[in-house]
Structures are given as structure tokens and as C-alpha cells.
T-cell receptor, first 115, second 113 residues
Framework: DARVTQTPRHKVTEMGQEVTMRCQPI?????VFWYRQTMMQGLELLAY????????DSGMPKDRFSAEMPDATLATLKIQPSEPRDSAVYFC?????????????FGPGTRLTVL | AQSVTQPDIHITVSEGASLELRCNYS??????LFWYVQSPGQGLQLLLK??????LVQGIKGFEAEFKRSQSSFNLRKPSVHWSDAAEYFC???????????FGQGTTLQVKP
């Protein structure tokens, strides 16, 4: 049963520290999405990649957030420096537009708490 | 612009009762439509999807949804709700060829015993 995996599942850190979240998309999927979920804002799209190239990162605060895909099996989302307002659940999703017509498969999320 | 509206933020039903969650979308072309469910502390799980063809689609866990183009709606239904269905439900519309999904704000379902 192919799944999107995310690590870590939980992260507690102090303000100013660097945070790196990792995502392994489903093998064969060529599109990866990063979302942030909070009570106030709901589900927000931060960035997404196709064939490892960034297509849209307009939802991401550029000064502190960065997203990369070092290879087809790994996507990373980094926050440096972290702030308390970054506390949220971060989801990764993968899909293959054209093959599965926009269906996205979500990982379990990383719950980030910044103190 | 594409958008999705879920008019009900919170719904409470009794176990065994029927359920309908509303979803309205705005999209210029034929939409791809989805319903996802999120249990507490979990990621989003795909319940069902509509791309074309039969406007009544069946999903997992006994859910179904009906696409009504004239009403721009894609409402989710279940004939008899179980306590385990308590969760948050998200409707989404896909922008073809981009892979992006536009999500509604979600509807929280509470099930009374």
C-alpha cells in the first residue's frame, strides 16, 4: 500500500531555531505539494513541485521558508529562523496530474510547535 | 476565479441518521471534484472523486456524492452515520493540468450516540 511518509511526526523547538521537515512522495508521482494547516487559516498551499522543479511557492514566506527536492524521493521544507506563528501542522501530498487527474495523496503531517 | 464553499462549518447528527454535507464550487470548465476526510491528528484521506461520466459517485466507507452542474454542487451523503465518521470533511476542486486543488474551509461532523 503506497503512502506518502513524513518525518518527523512531531517537532517542538524554540524560537530562532532551524526546522527541517521531510517528505517521501509515493513512488512514481511527479508532483509534490506542501500545505500548512492552522485553526485560523485552515489548509493553505505553501508550494509545489513538478518533476523536482518548483512551480509555485507564492504561498510561502520567502524570508524564512525554503522548499527543495534534492531527488525524486525526497522533498524538504525548511524554516530558518522559526517563529511561534509557524506553529501548525505541515502536510506533504503527492500526485501525478494527467495520470490520476489531480488526485493528491496526503502524508500524516508534521505537527510543529515553536516556543 | 476558482473557489469552493462549504456552507456548514459544523454539523451534528445522531448515530444511524442520514448525512448530507454541502459543497458548492466555482469553476469555468468541467471540474474535477473531491471529498477528503480528516480524522483528529491524521492526514487527509480521499473519500471519493468525480472526473466525468456518472454524476453519482461511490466512495469508501459507504459515502457517495452527486455532481449537479446546474447547481454547481457536489454534496456528500451517507445513509446511516456511524460514530467513527466524526471527523472534518473537505471538498476540493481541481484545476486541470496544474495538479493544484482548491479546498473548502471544511465541515466538522459530530456524531451523537
Amino acid at each position: 500500500d503506497a503512502r506518502v511518509t513524513q518525518t518527523p511526526r512531531h517537532k517542538v523547538t524554540e524560537m530562532g531555531q532551524e526546522v527541517t521537515m521531510r517528505c517521501q512522495p509515493i513512488l512514481g508521482h511527479n508532483t509534490v505539494f506542501w500545505y500548512r494547516q492552522t485553526m485560523m487559516q485552515g489548509l493553505e498551499l505553501l508550494a509545489y513541485f513538478r518533476n523536482r522543479a518548483p512551480l509555485d511557492d507564492s504561498g510561502m514566506p520567502k524570508d524564512r521558508f525554503s522548499a527543495e527536492m534534492p531527488d525524486a524521493t525526497l522533498a524538504t521544507l525548511k524554516i530558518q529562523p522559526s517563529e511561534p506563528r509557524d506553529s501548525a501542522v505541515y502536510f506533504c501530498a503527492s500526485g501525478s496530474p494527467g495520470l490520476s487527474t489531480d488526485t493528491q495523496y496526503f502524508g500524516p503531517g508534521t505537527r510543529l510547535t515553536v516556543l | 476565479a476558482q473557489s469552493v464553499t462549504q456552507p456548514d462549518i459544523h454539523i451534528t447528527v445522531s448515530e444511524g441518521a442520514s448525512l448530507e454535507l454541502r459543497c458548492n464550487y466555482s469553476y469555468g470548465a468541467t471540474p474535477y471534484l473531491f471529498w477528503y476526510v480528516q480524522s483528529p491528528g491524521q492526514g487527509l484521506q480521499l473519500l471519493l472523486k468525480y472526473f466525468s461520466g456518472d454524476t453519482l459517485v461511490q466512495g469508501i466507507k459507504g459515502f457517495e456524492a452527486e455532481f449537479k452542474r446546474s447547481q454547481s454542487s457536489f454534496n456528500l451523503r451517507k445513509p446511516s452515520v456511524h460514530w467513527s465518521d466524526a471527523a472534518e470533511y473537505f471538498c476540493a476542486v481541481g484545476a486541470s493540468n496544474t495538479g493544484k486543488l482548491i479546498f473548502g474551509q471544511g465541515t466538522t461532523l459530530q456524531v451523537k450516540p
